[in-house]
C-alpha cells in the first residue's frame, strides 16, 4: 500500500482528541449517501416510467403504420402487402378502420374512438389478445364490440350487454358487447373500443376501404429505418409513421423530466460534497504538524496533496457505496412489494413501476459522485501541498 493511502486511512480511522472532525467526517459520508440513494431511486422511477410506457405502447400500437390520406382500398391494399412482405424484417401485418363516433348509456353520451379489426390477423400486430380479460378475440363477428375495463365501470357496462353507438352521420347502431379488456393504459381503456373491421366500414362509412395497415417488425428499433425504405417504395400517396412518431411528446416529455431529475438531484451530492471540503480544511489545520514532519523528512508536495486527495475520495466511496447499495435495496423493496399506487384516472397505470438499470443509469450516478467527490478535495489538498516546513513547524 501507498504511503500516502496508508496515512489517509490512519487519520480516518484513528481516535482522534477532536471528535468534532470525525462527526463532520461522518455527516460528509451520509450527505453523500443520501444523495446517491435519492438520485438512484428517482432515476429507476423514471426509467420505469420511461420502459412501462414503451411496453404498453408497443403493446396497443403497431410498430409502423401505413395510413391512405383518402383510405386504402382493396387494391392498393393488395398492392402494399405485395411489396412489403418482401422485407424479411416484417412478421405481420393487419388492416384496420379508425374513427371518432359516440356512444349513448341511459342519458350519457361518451366520445369513443372506434377501431375496427380482422380479428384473425390483430394479434399479430398488437396485445390486444392478451389484455382481454373477458370474452375471446374470435367473438368479434359483425355486430359485436370490445370495449375497455374503465370505460364498462363507467357505463356499467358487461359482457352480452347492448351498446348504442351512433356513426358520423349519426346513424344509431346497436352492438353486443362480446369482450372487455384492460391495457394498463386509463385513456385507452377508456377511449377506445374495438368492433368487426366490416362493421367499423359500416359505421365511418368507408365502404370497402381501411384507414391503413399497422405493421408488426422483428425488431422495434429497426422501425426508423424499415419505414424509410417502406416509403421509398411506396412513395408519397401514403402517411408512414412509427410507434416512436406517434408518441413522440410521451418520449420526449419523459426524456426531459429524466435530466431535469438527474440536475436537481445532483446539487444534493454537490452539497454533500461542501461538507467533505470543511472536513479537509478543518484536517489540515489539524494535521499543519504532520504535514510539517513528513515534509522535513522528504516528503514531496505532490504526495501530501495526493494523501489529502485520497482522504476525500474515501469518503466519496464510503458515501456512494453506501448510497448505491441503498438505493437498490430500496427500488427493489418497492419494485417487489409496490406499496405506492397512483390514481389511474391522474396517471396513465396504477402503480409505481420501477426499474434498475445498471448501465448507464447507475453507473452514471457513481461516476458523477465520484468524480464530484475528487473536485472538492482539489482546493483543501492544495492548501496542505502549499504549507512549507518551516511554517508548519515554527509554533511546535
Not at 82 to 98: C, D, L, V
Not at 316 to 321: C, E, V
Not at 351 to 356: G, N
Amino acid at each position: 500500500m501507498k504511503a500516502e493511502l496508508f496515512i489517509s486511512w490512519r487519520y480516518l480511522l484513528t481516535k482522534r482528541k477532536e471528535k468534532f472532525i470525525s462527526l463532520i467526517s461522518l455527516i460528509s459520508i451520509l450527505g453523500v449517501a443520501i444523495g446517491v440513494a435519492a438520485l438512484i431511486i428517482v432515476i429507476a422511477v423514471m426509467t420505469g416510467f420511461d420502459n412501462d410506457l414503451r411496453e404498453k405502447i408497443v403493446g396497443n400500437y403497431s410498430h409502423i403504420t401505413i395510413a391512405g390520406y383518402n383510405g386504402i382500398d382493396k387494391k392498393e391494399y393488395d398492392n402494399i402487402v405485395n411489396i412489403i412482405t418482401k422485407n424479411p424484417h416484417i412478421k405481420s401485418i393487419s388492416p384496420y378502420a379508425q374513427g371518432q363516433t359516440l356512444i349513448k348509456q341511459e342519458n350519457r353520451v361518451f366520445a369513443v374512438g372506434l377501431k375496427g379489426i380482422d380479428p384473425t390477423s390483430e394479434s399479430g400486430v398488437t396485445k390486444i389478445k392478451q389484455y382481454l380479460i373477458q370474452g375471446n378475440l374470435n367473438n368479434l363477428e359483425e355486430g359485436g364490440v370490445i370495449i375497455g375495463r374503465e370505460l364498462a365501470l363507467y357505463l356499467g357496462l358487461g359482457l352480452n350487454t347492448n351498446l348504442a353507438i351512433y356513426s358520423p352521420f349519426t346513424k344509431l347502431n346497436n352492438l353486443k358487447i362480446v369482450g372487455i379488456f384492460n391495457s394498463g393504459m386509463y385513456d385507452y381503456d377508456m377511449n377506445l373500443i374495438f368492433t368487426n373491421l366490416k362493421t367499423a366500414q359500416d359505421i365511418l362509412g368507408l365502404g370497402e376501404r381501411t384507414s391503413a395497415i399497422a405493421v408488426k417488425l422483428d425488431n422495434i428499433y429497426l422501425a426508423d429505418k424499415i419505414k424509410d425504405e417502406l416509403a421509398k417504395t411506396l412513395g408519397f400517396k401514403f402517411n408512414l409513421k412509427t410507434w416512436m412518431e406517434i408518441n413522440t411528446n410521451f418520449f420526449a416529455a419523459l426524456k426531459l423530466e429524466k435530466l431535469t431529475m438527474f440536475i436537481i438531484l445532483t446539487l444534493i451530492i454537490l452539497v454533500a460534497s461542501f461538507n467533505i471540503i470543511s472536513t479537509l480544511v478543518v484536517m489540515v489545520m489539524e494535521k499543519t504538524k504532520d504535514i510539517g514532519i513528513l515534509k522535513s523528512i522528504g516528503m514531496s508536495s505532490a504526495r501530501i496533496k495526493a494523501m489529502f486527495v485520497y482522504v476525500g475520495l474515501i469518503i466519496g466511496s464510503l458515501g456512494t457505496i453506501l448510497g448505491a447499495a441503498g438505493g437498490i435495496v430500496l427500488c427493489g423493496l418497492l419494485k417487489k412489494y409496490q406499496f405506492i399506487k397512483l390514481p389511474p384516472d391522474i396517471y396513465y397505470i396504477d402503480r409505481l413501476p420501477v426499474s434498475i438499470e445498471l448501465w448507464p443509469d447507475i453507473a452514471l450516478i457513481v461516476i458523477v459522485a465520484i468524480f464530484i467527490t475528487l473536485i472538492s478535495t482539489i482546493y483543501p489538498a492544495a492548501k496542505a501541498a502549499g504549507l512549507k516546513p518551516v511554517e508548519a513547524l515554527r509554533y511546535e
